[in-house]
């Protein structure tokens, strides 16, 4: 969606979200904000970032483990903003 705002915390960096990327992971990398991954599936946990606050869409939650969830983490490789969200990378 258009005019979402994401706010990379650790990177200070904040950017507007574009719908040609197909997840945050994809969009980071874009903008020069390593991230750590691996499967980019969903599956591996490699890429969990903690959500600080706002919405994503995540196709899939394989990768994330019960105290993940708690802890707000989320799966970078396989989420979409659906809402500003600020992100603890
Ligand atoms: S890179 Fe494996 S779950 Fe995201």
């Given at each position: 969606?258009?005019?979402?705002k994401v706010?990379?915390?650790?990177?200070?960096?904040?950017l507007?979200w574009?719908?040609?990327?197909?997840?945050?992971?994809?969009?980071?990398?874009?903008?020069?904000?390593?991230?750590?991954?691996?499967?980019?599936?969903?599956?591996?946990?490699?890429?969990?970032?903690?959500?600080?606050?706002?919405?994503?869409?995540?196709?899939?939650?394989?990768?994330?483990?019960?105290?993940?969830?708690?802890?707000?983490?989320?799966?970078?490789?396989?989420?979409?903003p659906?809402?500003?969200v600020?992100?603890?990378?």
């Open positions: 969606m258009a005019g979402i706010e990379f915390r650790q990177s200070g960096k904040t507007e574009e719908d040609r990327f197909e997840n945050l992971l994809e969009f980071a990398e874009a903008n020069d904000i390593p991230l750590e991954s691996n499967c980019q599936q969903g599956f591996c946990g490699t890429c969990k970032t903690r959500l600080i606050s706002g919405k994503v869409e995540m196709e899939r939650t394989d990768g994330l483990e019960a105290e993940d969830i708690e802890e707000s983490k989320i799966l970078v490789c396989v989420s979409v659906v809402t500003d600020v992100l603890e990378a």
